[in-house]
């Protein structure tokens, strides 16, 4: 592709990418702000929708997350910027389109003018970044920062942005991978050495017997606590063991997960205890003859029959090993509860689906159905697609997870349409017309819970109330309002 460029060129053509890049983030930011201000509705004609729980600002979230397939709060990001850039910082905008600066760049300076609120004031700091960010040269952001804050302080002391001290920047952040997930974060040291002294003691709560390091053991305290228990749950397995009688208090945090009894059934407990000889090795082939044994048992294990997923899925749509959940169920953590695939059962005769069926429908959706929204199902509603007034059945082909603030958008905003097709995909219209489409959550890795749950018959045309709005929950303050209490709020604590 690139073979008659020379090295000077592939760096010109590094360079054109990125500018294209940005110019391009540019124009989606302006198309969404644009979006924005056509749907915005002037207060004097919103009859109080300035109060709904989802305004205008939601409902154009919603639209701008399933047009990207992202989240709603994603998309709020975006929104905030594109309109910060339309508004508050033109002529910054106009720098962005021709892509001398790229999107991160443009988010600090949005974020570091954000206090600034008089007109002039504004005009004034965005005329001169506009002027000055070309001159600046390659900046590390903390240098970039620095300067802006300058400009800021000169057109308004009061619009400077503090940095936060290391004790206001203290955070919790836990991230999820394929076998395992990652908490980093600060806190304080009062709390930090609390923490660390009450790990220490809940792993000193089992028998000598338990497998597990201390390492391992202080791991598991750290779930031990987020479920509320005050004793760690022996590992040992032993009939007789001294702290297994133990009573503990009922977990004030419970967590789902989905998976094949089977995989449960077929894993090794002990697995995930202790150390193994073969841990963090690598073996390094040095032969023709090993790697032609190596490539021999792997087309042997790709003519074999698949073997069931071993891991299963919680609700939210990270992954949890199979040998885990096993674990945790020898040490009667986790209750093990069948879940029945509803294919040609009746529909229930009421509203609220019963336990079994809000549970299947959970199981099988495992997220909120609505485009790019990753709310775990636990947390969801159960919605009727076709409404349960308008003649929609009580049934797994008529129900599925939505998060309380989509449930909210589709029931009470006008422009969403959605339509369930007997596999449970969910077919969504927006306001202007594209369709989007998503699959309940366990389609690929638990299919069993997908197989087709009979058609219903169709209700006809849904007439919908033109004043359902009134039943929408409504907010203390207009969002706008809240926004400037938060700024105000800052600028008088700087």
């Not at 090295?7 to 124009?27: F, K, P, V």
């Not at 927006?430 to 638990?446: K, R």
Request: charged share 25%; proline share 7%; aromatic share 4%.
């Amino acid at each position: 592709m690139f073979e008659e460029l020379t090295d000077a060129a592939l760096l010109d053509s590094i360079g054109t990418a990125a500018r294209a890049e940005n110019s391009a983030c540019a124009r989606r930011l302006a198309a969404i702000a644009e979006l924005y201000e056509r749907r915005v509705i002037p207060v004097e004609d919103g009859h109080g929708r300035e109060l709904w729980r989802i305004d205008p600002w939601e409902a154009v979230a919603a639209e701008v997350a399933a047009a990207q397939c992202i989240t709603a709060a994603a998309a709020g990001s975006l929104m905030q910027n594109a309109i910060c850039l339309r508004e508050r910082l033109p002529r910054v905008g106009a720098l962005f389109a021709t892509g001398a600066i790229d999107y991160r760049t443009v988010r600090m300076l949005v974020s570091r003018t954000l206090l600034a609120l008089e007109p002039d004031v504004l005009a004034g700091i965005d005329a001169e970044l506009a002027e000055k960010i070309p001159g600046w040269g390659p900046l590390s952001m903390l240098k970039m920062q620095q300067a802006v804050d300058a400009i800021v302080v000169r057109h308004d002391p009061q619009a400077r942005r503090r940095s936060e001290s290391r004790s206001r920047g203290r955070y919790v952040d836990i991230a999820h991978e394929r076998d395992i997930s990652h908490l980093t974060g600060q806190l304080n040291q009062v709390d930090a050495t609390m923490l660390d002294r009450r790990l220490t003691a809940l792993a000193h709560t089992v028998c000598d017997d338990d497998p597990r390091n201390i390492d391992q053991k202080r791991a598991d305290a750290m779930g031990a606590m987020a479920a509320g228990r005050t004793v760690l749950a022996c590992a040992c397995g032993g009939p007789d063991c001294p702290v297994g009688s133990q009573r503990d208090s009922e977990p004030s945090v419970i967590v789902h997960v989905v998976a094949e009894a089977t995989a449960i059934n077929c894993a090794e407990t002990g697995s995930v205890h202790g150390e193994r000889p073969e841990d963090n090795t690598l073996e390094m082939i040095t032969s023709r003859e090993r790697l032609v044994e190596i490539l021999n048992e792997n087309a042997n294990c790709d003519r074999a029959p698949a073997p069931p997923p071993d891991f299963g899925i919680m609700m939210g749509g990270s992954a949890v090993p199979a040998t885990v959940l096993a674990d945790l169920a020898a040490r009667e953590i986790a209750e093990l509860r069948p879940v029945v695939p509803l294919g040609a059962c009746p529909a229930e005769p009421r509203y609220r689906p019963s336990a079994a069926l809000a549970d299947f429908v959970r199981c099988r959706d495992l997220t909120c159905r609505f485009p790019g929204c990753d709310c775990p199902a636990d947390r969801c509603d159960v919605d009727h697609t076709v409404p349960y007034a308008l003649g929609g059945l009580t049934h797994a082909s008529n129900l599925k997870a939505l998060c309380r603030k989509h449930h909210l958008l589709k029931t009470f905003w006008s422009g969403w349409r959605d339509e369930q097709l007997p596999d449970a995909t969910v077919v969504w219209t927006s306001p202007s017309g594209h369709t989007y489409c998503t699959a309940p959550g366990s389609a690929l890795l638990i299919p069993a819970l997908c197989v087709p749950t009979g058609t219903l018959q169709s209700t006809g045309p849904q007439q919908v109330s033109p004043h359902r709005g009134a039943m929408m929950p409504r907010r203390i303050r207009t969002r706008a309002a809240d926004r400037h209490r938060r700024i105000m709020s800052e600028r008088r604590r700087d």
